[in-house]
């Protein structure tokens, strides 16, 4: 579909999920939506149905109750298909029946995936957002083109970027690709004005040190739009969703809280906010 004109109505994404209630996406009560497609393969994945770019079946051999009826629809659970084509107000009907909830503080956050795989979607969703006076905001890891981001930062209120590892060649270990793009990116957005909710999810033993978190800390400390600077706990939800044919993430340990705690000390040294998991520090 075209970008502009009259076919923008019939333009449609690919929609892996709604979160309705939403507590941990942004401020407020919001509606999270998932857009499939991610080019990033992080080895800790949370949400692994998100990362192909086309709808599929994820399976749960354990929920199969062997009736044979696969092809019919299984009720059992144990093949769900993912990802549903929808235009941009068929989206806005569902955002509509829960705006209710949002109050003052709410809105609604696209999240992945990433968002940007889906950009000229996600760019129209969020300005028929911004239209109805509804606050946005988008969760990204800010490593595609900023010609690509550019037109998506323009229309968010607030964006939850992911800086995963501060040492680059660690990050293409663990992500498989580099992050000068993301610095790049997040003070570029930083510099348009655009408010920043800086993540870092803490794996074990990935990026659980002080050398790392503090770096990452010190790099946010100069961004002048900074809410404040979040580690998230790794937690293998990736693992319970269901067998994706695409990717599979790896298990890791659980940081511990005594951990957390530390990483989150070292961080606040740079005289910035610094929460853990939505708490503060």
Same mark, same amino acid.
């Given at each position: ?40 393969r ?9 990362i ?32 549903t ?12 029946k ?9 809105? =609604?956050?696209?999240?992945?995936? $990433?968002? +940007?795989?889906? !950009?000229? *979607? #996600?760019?129209? %969703? ?36 992911d ?16 992050n000068?793009?993301i ?17 870092t999810?803490?794996v074990?033993g =990935?990026?659980?040190?002080?050398? $790392?978190? +503090?770096?990452? !800390?010190? *790099? #946010?400390?100069? %961004? ?24 599979t ?14 990483l ?8 910035i906010e ?8």
């Amino acid at each position: 579909s075209e970008i502009y004109g009259r076919k923008v109505k019939t333009m449609k994404g690919l929609i892996a999920d709604f979160q309705r209630f939403s507590l941990h996406d942004g401020p407020g009560i919001r509606m999270t939506v998932f857009l499939k497609g991610c080019n990033m393969r992080c080895s800790w994945c949370h949400n692994p149905e998100t990362i192909h770019t086309q709808a599929e079946y994820l399976l749960k051999p354990e929920n199969c109750i062997h009736c044979g009826q696969c092809d019919e629809g299984c009720f059992a659970g144990a093949r769900v298909l993912c990802g549903t084509q929808m235009t941009v107000e068929e989206v806005m009907e569902e955002i509509r029946k829960e705006r209710p909830y949002f109050g003052e503080d709410g809105g =609604v956050t696209l999240s992945g995936g $990433e968002p +940007g795989m889906q !950009a000229a *979607f #996600a760019q129209k %969703l969020l300005a028929a957002c911004r239209a109805e006076g509804i606050h946005t905001a988008m969760e990204t890891n800010m490593s595609l083109p900023q010609e690509v981001l550019r037109p998506l930062w323009e229309q968010t209120d607030l964006l939850l970027a992911d800086l995963k590892l501060w040492n680059s060649s660690a990050h293409k270990r663990w992500t498989g690709i580099g992050n000068e793009r993301i610095k790049d990116n997040i003070l570029s957005s930083s510099a348009a004005g655009v408010p920043l909710i800086l993540h870092t999810p803490v794996v074990a033993g =990935v990026n659980d040190n002080e050398e $790392e978190i +503090g770096a990452i !800390a010190r *790099f #946010a400390s100069t %961004l002048d739009h900074l809410w404040f600077y979040e580690l998230l706990p790794y937690h293998p939800l990736g693992l319970s969703k269901g067998k994706s044919q695409y990717f599979t993430p790896k298990a890791f340990e659980k940081p511990s809280a005594e951990r957390l705690e530390a990483l989150a000390a070292a961080a606040a040294k740079s005289g910035i906010e610094v929460r853990i998991a939505g708490k503060r520090f």
